[in-house]
């Protein structure tokens, strides 16, 4: 149907309310975080065992400790 090429994509989201901030007395510097994410594919089959495509991925956290940034952006290109 499509001659060989796909295509896919893809949208996540959290919203996180801290246990520590849920009272009003202490409401602080990370109340709460809305982090999100994106990826679209699309590929080519150039043969029944061969397949070329490519990836763009997006992620957006507020709360940073584990990715050292607030955006991170990847490009992939394969075959």
Known sequence: MFGGANLSAAFVGQYCQHAAFTDDTNRGSFPSDNDYGMVVQ??????????????????????????????????????
């Not at 709360?63 to 290109?77: C, E, F, K, P, S």
Request: hydrophobic share 40%; aromatic share 16%; no cysteine.
């Open 42 to 79: 699309g590929g080519y089959l150039l043969s029944e065992k061969l397949e070329v495509f490519g990836r763009w991925e997006y992620i957006n956290a507020q709360h940073v400790a584990y990715l050292g940034t607030d955006q991170q952006w990847n490009i992939r290109a394969q075959l």
